[in-house]
């Protein structure tokens, strides 16, 4: 039985693929009357952009995506209240290609990057089948927890296969240093002043300058 690889490119930023190799035998399993599936938990720090998702299907480059978990772009880590994510893809082809992003970490004082693990994904199939094991669907609520299995378990035959890979599968997401905030504050209030100062003063010459011209014109 071939191997479920997977890895992630690059490895250090902000904009991350993740990449699912599926051998051609899960294919054959697909066309003999059962759907398979590849499953992703990512942490808080990470998550995946439905709309970029949606915008890969209707580009006919990806296949539509289910999402459980924190979808706000903008939250940083420390404002994700949800523990994790979860995403499901229904197996189209022998590569499963998505983009997912990394939140902004809590600042760091000892490093410049916050180091983040990222789970390895599971391949599940789905068959019509009323002597299913009961030991499957308990893998299976593991890993959708703390959210509801999608699938019919007492009137399915599930399985679950995890992908491999070489090492763990980690990114490095650049991270703030609390000992900069002394510098950062002060230069960033300066910033704001000058801009102020700026805008002000070229809306009071624009201001000045009709009654300029009147006064001359008189």
Same mark, same amino acid.
Request: glycine share 2%.
């Given at each position: 039985m071939q191997s479920l690889t997977t890895s992630i490119t690059p490895l250090q930023g902000f904009h991350f693929t993740f990449q699912d190799n599926i051998p051609g035998q899960e294919k054959v399993e697909q066309s003999a009357g059962c759907n398979v599936y590849v499953l992703h938990r990512f942490p808080?720090?990470? !998550?995946?952009? %439905?709309?970029?998702?949606?915008?890969?299907? /209707?580009?006919?480059?990806? %296949?539509t995506f289910k999402i459980w978990g924190e979808t706000d772009l903008e939250l940083p880590v420390s404002s994700v209240k949800e523990g994790s994510s979860v995403l499901l893809g229904p197996l189209s082809a022998g590569v499963l290609e998505f983009p997912f992003? =990394? +939140?902004?970490?809590?600042?760091?004082?000892?490093?410049?990057?916050?180091?983040?693990?990222?789970?390895?994904?599971?391949?599940?199939?789905?068959?019509?089948?009323?002597?299913? +094991?009961?030991?499957?669907?308990? #893998?299976?609520? =593991? /890993? !959708?927890? %703390? &959210?509801?299995?999608?699938?019919?378990?007492?009137?399915?035959?599930? @399985?679950? +296969? %995890?992908?491999?890979?070489? @090492?763990?599968?980690?990114? +490095?997401?650049?991270?703030?240093?609390?000992?900069?905030?002394?510098?950062?504050?002060?230069?960033?209030?300066?910033? #704001? !002043? #000058?801009?102020? &100062? &700026?805008i002000g003063r070229a809306m009071w010459k624009s201001f000045r300058r009709p009654q300029q011209a009147h006064i001359k014109q008189e």
């Open positions: 808080k720090d990470v !998550f995946v952009d %439905p709309y970029e998702l949606e915008q890969r299907v /209707l580009d006919g480059v990806a %296949p992003h =990394a +939140r902004y970490p809590i600042p760091l004082s000892n490093d410049t990057h916050a180091t983040i693990d990222i789970q390895k994904p599971t391949l599940i199939s789905v068959c019509k089948n009323t002597q299913s +094991r009961d030991t499957d669907h308990q #893998v299976l609520h =593991a /890993l !959708f927890s %703390p &959210y509801e299995v999608p699938f019919d378990v007492k009137e399915s035959q599930i @399985s679950t +296969r %995890p992908f491999t890979h070489d @090492s763990p599968l980690t990114i +490095r997401v650049p991270a703030g240093n609390p000992n900069h905030i002394q510098f950062v504050e002060p230069i960033t209030l300066l910033a #704001v !002043f #000058v801009s102020v &100062y &700026y």
